[in-house]
């Protein structure tokens, strides 16, 4: 027996019967998944003193309901762990924060996903990884907690491929995208204490990102070395946020993280440094996407990071001198943080 929105249905007990029902009913994102029986259901909510009729938001371009139950079913779909249901609650208040622009993050043609980063002790009391191979697979709460999202904006925002959600070549992100910043190897401040929380609350914040862009750098000595080749890396045509602006991520490995911090660079200046350096010489754009994205040829090269503000940084991965920048949707979107409310 299945239960979804709020229904029952009767399948037969047979992994391929269920599977197939839920795809027939366009409940899934093409992966198997796990019953949501009304027991399994049951104790996903006993993870959250919350009213299971309560809705957390209302999710687009279907705008329908998000309850608290809705965000269970779909996160033993997605085979979370009950423990796991906070940190989807928190990412889909975040998501709901209007700065974030959910509406136009699901219907855009652009290669987009909410990528939710979470920041806290409950890193270690979940199992997310936050070291080597942190964007990828083999860690069921990263997987299944970015699974869960994903569901919910699928089965009841109606973000499905060609209707609701019109990217124009999708990315694996969509599947899934979830980490935990690297806190234990961050020089600075991780990112929710920057927003305001202490060291000793977890919280959640979703990026409107495309996957990761590896930054490679095994020679560098200083930080002006590392940031020369991450304002290469970042300074390209190709991203939203070449034409129009906004707040974007650098996600740097432990190893180039060190060697700024070890220069004596904080995070600000970071962000100075390539808000100067990061930039696009006019000459690699064409006159006419000039004129269409700006209205006007600009007096000089085109700034990535066009105020300090508008670079977000974590760090993240393991051993190894590698980085990555995460372009965003564009200046029409921001990332959203939320406390991550875990039952007494």
Known sequence: MSHLSSQLYEVQ????AVNQLFMD???????????PTAERVARMLAAVDMDPQQV???????WGDATVEKLAINAVMAGCLPKYLPVIVAACEAMADPSFNLYAVQATTHSCAPLVVVNGPIRARLGLNSTAGAFGPGWRANATIGRATRLVLLNVGGGFPGIGDMSTQGAPSKY???VAEN?????????HVERGFLPEQSAVTVFACEPPHNINDHSGRSAADILTIVAGAIAVTGANNAYTGGETLLALGPEHAATIAKDGFKKNDVREW????????????????LLERFQRIPDGPVPMVRSPEDLAIIVLGGPGKHSSWLPTFGGTTRSATRLIKEPR
């Open 13 to 16: 007990d047979d992994p391929e």
């Open 25 to 35: 009913k366009g409940w899934s994102d093409g992966l198997p998944i796990v019953p």
């Open 56 to 62: 957390v938001m209302q999710v687009p371009p279907r």
């Open 176 to 178: 899934s995208f979830c």
């Open 183 to 191: 806190e234990e190897e961050n020089p600075w401040e991780p990112l």
């Open 274 to 289: 390539l808000h100067r350096k990061a930039v696009v010489p006019l000459e690699r754009y064409t006159q006419d996407t």
